[in-house]
Structure formats: structure tokens, C-alpha cells
């Protein structure tokens, strides 16, 4: 066991460490790999979601037919016009990315597969790498994998379904 001013200076060069990994991942866009780490969940700003306006966007290809997709919102009670797929290759290179900043129409935001380059991304390589320079500009993101790569499937949609901003304003009514 170590006495106080042991633990003391313990403490202290773990603080340092942790607090030079944070900034460098902040500045290598990795901080939600630093915060998946340590377990660590930061609450986003709150934002009321309104069921009736708002939307959430899958943006991705479907690695199934969109209406297996449906089904799964059927099932869990959730009304088809309140979610919009973009998956089609051509229309998702051409979406203008940034009309997502700032976004009031979508809650949420549940990315697959997607072309490197779009319109809308400024200097960022890709929307991935647009949406986590900034995150707090954007909806809430999920990023869907399976196998460690992006990928809808009927069992991560679902997943990620249930724990959209919009899921849980529907069920707190």
C-alpha cells in the first residue's frame, strides 16, 4: 500500500498521461475511441425532438432490402415518414452534407457505407471525418458496423434504432 504522498504523485502523472492522450486524439479526431476506452459517455447538449417534425437519416447502403428495414420500424412503433434512407450510391456522392449542420429537420443520424467524397465536406476527407471535427453541429451520430466495417444490417439498424434521440422522445410519451 502506498501512503499519501505516494498516491498523490501517482495520481498526478496519471492525470498528465490521460490529459496529453485526450488532447492528442481530440486533435486526431480519435476522442470517441478515448472515450469508448475508459467508458466514459458525455452528454451531448439536449435537444427537444419533436416526433412530429423531426426525422432520423440512415444514410448508407442497406445490406438488405429497404422494406426488411421498414419492418423493423413497423415493429417498434415507429412511423415510416418520420425516418428517410438515402442509399442509393449516386444520390448519396451527391447529397449536400453540409445542409446536415445545424440540422432541425433530423434527430438523428445512423451512417453505413458510404462514397469517400461528397458534395457539402469542405477540407475533410470524408463525412465521417466532417461530422467529428464538429460534432455538436451535426444530429446525434451512430455509426453502424458489423464485421468492424460500416454496415446496415437489419440487427444493428434495430440497435441503433432503439437508442436514437428519437426513440426515446416517442417513449416518453
Not at 502506498?2 to 480519435?30: C, F, H, M, P
Amino acid at each position: 500500500m502506498y501512503n499519501a504522498k505516494q498516491l498523490s504523485e501517482i495520481k498526478q502523472k496519471i492525470i498528465r498521461k490521460i490529459t496529453s492522450e485526450v488532447d492528442r486524439a481530440n486533435e486526431d479526431g480519435l476522442i470517441e475511441e478515448i472515450l469508448e476506452r475508459y467508458g466514459i459517455v458525455f452528454e451531448e447538449t439536449s435537444i427537444s425532438v419533436n416526433t412530429r417534425l423531426m426525422k432520423i437519416l440512415v444514410f448508407g447502403s442497406l445490406a438488405g432490402k429497404k422494406k426488411d428495414f421498414q419492418g423493423v420500424l413497423n415493429r417498434l412503433g415507429i412511423n415510416l415518414n418520420n425516418v428517410e434512407f438515402i442509399n442509393d450510391y449516386s444520390e448519396l456522392k451527391r447529397y449536400p452534407v453540409d445542409t446536415l449542420r445545424f440540422s432541425t429537420k433530423y434527430s438523428d443520424l445512423l451512417i453505413g457505407p458510404v462514397p469517400h467524397s461528397q458534395t457539402g465536406m469542405g477540407d475533410n476527407s470524408s463525412l465521417i471525418a466532417t461530422i467529428k471535427s464538429n460534432p455538436a453541429e451535426y444530429p446525434r451520430v451512430q455509426l453502424l458496423e458489423a464485421n468492424n466495417k460500416l454496415k446496415i444490417t437489419k440487427t444493428n439498424f434495430e440497435k441503433a434504432i432503439t437508442s436514437t434521440r428519437y426513440f426515446d422522445a416517442l417513449n416518453e410519451y
